[in-house]
């Protein structure tokens, strides 16, 4: 006991010693694990076709395997968040990472195809959620290191690069691993994963400690916001998020937000290929656009909303603006004729600027959530939020089909403009001017 007491005084020591400066290694940190398991649960779909090759495995399999690492984040993210306002964050995302490593590096060496052997649809599925499982480990405790090394006025921007994290990892792995699958096999592609989240839980043992007490207290003047903003009760008396309505609002918000962000990604090649009629070219330029646009948009949102103050009401106009365009782009494909060129540059434009209005909002949304639970409770509330939204990510691609038969595809965008516009009522209304004016201050 005396030991854990004296290490754990000891890297409180060295994180004061090294000054609120520190924190952007911290943020570094959060950065890098949520990037390294983002390349795998983003990137291995786009090794689809060599798993359906590989494994032999049909369409309806496919979807069952990949299905499983969104349903194993979304099944953990919440224990996973409770442990980590329980172990603290330093000791959870070590133990996620290094886990999620260990699983990566067991599928690397036994659930591979090998010449005669082709390994079972069940062991590949249930590696996959198992890596889900364990990953699920990585997004509350980074987020909650986060919001603990920075202070209320510069939290938002933080988070937001913290959740760029995960376009930059999905890029990555759309990269790397289609190629290593193709010349290298499916060895390589877990493999390489494996040392990416083991590679990063060095990292965390090496910079992520405790921050100084006068980092993660909060200033008084932000105080008077919260307790303006009717949030003092989580984030002063450390009020479970849990019992919290306005917590489980932004929540849901954010799953019910997620569904047009994820159906962009999925299906929007498909879309603009089988109706747009558009090229290999335009479908990379097109999707890449939509990558890049969010990863500007969250950072600069976060930036933005911390100097006004105003991140619900920039959360509601997220929702609004992307029902909008999303309705827009349902009308167009009922009554346009795709066969036209400029047609088909005004589809992609309205993919474009619906993808980047649908992802824009991550980190501003996981901010308030964390904000009104309190850093204590961090973990917890931030579980919450990514509970919604990977159950979200395994929902949203098996909706998709039966969609398509039933109406084609204006019944797809409907639906999706329906989904951002449920998130208008359920998020939290904004705040006064004059509580805006202050937090300005």
């Known amino acids: 006991m005396d030991n854990a007491l004296n290490t754990r005084d000891t890297r409180t020591q060295q994180s004061a010693s090294r000054g609120s400066r520190h924190r952007w290694k911290v943020l570094g940190v959060g950065f890098s694990a949520?990037?390294?398991?983002?390349a795998a649960f983003s990137g291995i779909p786009t090794t689809a076709v060599f798993i359906r090759s590989g494994?032999?495995?049909?369409?309806?399999?496919?979807?069952?395997v990949l299905g499983m690492l969104g349903l194993g984040i979304a099944l953990s993210e919440l224990p996973w968040g409770l442990l980590t306002d329980r172990w603290g964050d330093r000791k959870v995302l070590l133990l996620g990472l290094s886990a999620t490593a260990a699983a990566l590096a067991a599928l690397a060496l036994f659930v591979v195809p090998r010449q005669a052997y082709v390994p079972g649809l069940a062991?590949?599925?249930?590696?996959?959620?198992?890596?889900?499982?364990?990953?699920?480990?990585?997004?509350?405790?980074?987020?909650?290191?986060?919001?603990?090394?920075?202070?209320?006025?510069?939290?938002?921007?933080?988070?937001?690069?913290?959740?760029?994290?995960v376009p930059a990892g999905g890029g990555i792995g759309a990269l790397m691993l289609p190629a290593l699958a193709l010349h290298f096999g499916?060895?390589?592609?877990?493999?390489?994963?494996?040392?990416?989240?083991?590679?990063?839980?060095?990292?965390?043992?090496?910079?992520?400690?405790?921050?100084?007490d006068e980092v993660s207290d909060e200033a008084p003047a932000a105080n008077e916001v919260a307790m303006a903003r009717g949030q003092a009760r989580s984030s002063v008396a450390g009020r479970n998020p849990l019992a919290d309505i306005s917590a489980w609002r932004v929540a849901f918000g954010i799953g019910a937000l997620c569904v047009p962000q994820l159906a962009v990604i999925t299906f929007a090649t498909v879309f603009l290929h089988d109706f747009g009629h558009a090229g290999v070219v335009t479908l990379s330029a097109t999707m890449a656009a939509v990558q890049t646009g969010a990863a500007i948009a969250r950072v600069w949102s976060g930036h933005w909303t911390d100097r006004r103050g105003n991140r619900r009401a920039y959360m509601r106009a997220c929702s609004l603006t992307t029902a909008v365009l999303f309705a827009v782009l349902?009308?167009?494909?009922?009554?346009?004729?795709?066969?036209?060129?400029?047609?088909?540059?005004?589809?992609?434009?309205?993919?474009?600027?619906?993808?980047?209005?649908a992802s824009a909002w991550h980190g501003v949304a996981f901010t308030e959530l964390a904000t009104l639970a309190g850093?204590?409770?961090?973990?917890?509330?931030?579980?919450?939020?990514?509970?919604?939204?990977?159950?979200?990510?395994?929902?949203?691609?098996?909706?998709i089909p039966p969609l398509l038969a039933l109406g084609a595809w204006p019944a797809v965008w409907v639906t999706t403009s329906?989904?951002?516009?449920?998130?208008?009522?359920?998020?939290?209304?904004a705040v006064a001017s004059a509580v805006t004016r202050s937090a300005r201050a």
């Open 34 to 38: 949520n990037a390294s398991f983002a």
């Open 55 to 64: 494994y032999h495995v049909g369409n309806s399999g496919l979807g069952l």
């Open 123 to 165: 062991s590949l599925a249930l590696g996959l959620l198992l890596v889900g499982l364990l990953g699920g480990s990585v997004n509350g405790s980074s987020g909650r290191a986060v919001m603990a090394w920075f202070k209320e006025g510069e939290r938002g921007l933080a988070m937001s690069i913290r959740q760029t994290a």
């Open 186 to 212: 499916f060895s390589a592609v877990y493999g390489v994963l494996a040392v990416l989240c083991a590679v990063t839980a060095a990292f965390a043992w090496r910079w992520l400690v405790e921050p100084p």
């Open 330 to 357: 349902a009308l167009m494909v009922a009554i346009a004729d795709a066969d036209h060129l400029a047609m088909t540059a005004v589809l992609v434009a309205l993919i474009v600027l619906g993808g980047v209005s």
């Open 375 to 399: 850093t204590q409770r961090a973990g917890t509330a931030l579980a919450m939020g990514n509970t919604f939204a990977f159950a979200t990510l395994f929902v949203t691609p098996l909706m």
């Open 418 to 429: 329906v989904c951002a516009l449920i998130a208008l009522p359920v998020f939290p209304r």
